[in-house]
Nanobody, 118 residues
Framework: QVQLVESGGGLVQPGGSLRLSCAAS????????MAWYRQVPGKERELVAT????????TYADSVKGRFTISRDNAKKTVYLHMNSLKPEDTAVYYC???????????WGQGTQVTVSS
């Protein structure tokens, strides 16, 4: 059974930084492109960033480009999201999952809340 556990969220002031972590189990982690998503209540889940199996290629939503960096450690089965220059509009629950897996096979975790506020 696939399990993805997100952590590292919290309350931060505008302009601050956070590092999110997503630990995977029950999956051949190194075989999957991984991604971070975020969701605000009442809105659809948004794809924030992706990283290929070896970390050789990454993509970002325009809204976070230049501020967020996705990385992974396959030995630790963990994917990270380094967030800098945070803005209030980055406030959301952040989740990790495998973007290329069909929806019915996705295993969403509880996510981690990020709140950017002064």
């Amino acid at each position: 059974q696939v399990q993805l556990v997100e952590s590292g969220g919290g309350l931060v002031q505008p302009g601050g930084s956070l590092r999110l972590s997503c630990a995977a189990s029950g999956v051949t982690f190194g075989s999957y492109t991984m991604a971070w998503y975020r969701q605000v209540p009442g809105k659809e889940r948004e794809l924030v960033a992706t990283i290929t199996t070896t970390g050789g290629s990454t993509t970002y939503a325009d809204s976070v480009k230049g501020r967020f960096t996705i990385s992974r450690d396959n030995a630790k089965k963990t994917v990270y999201l380094h967030m800098n220059s945070l803005k209030p509009e980055d406030t959301a629950v952040y989740y990790c999952e495998r973007p290329l897996v069909f929806a019915q096979f996705k295993e969403w975790g509880q996510g981690t809340q990020v709140t950017v506020s002064s």
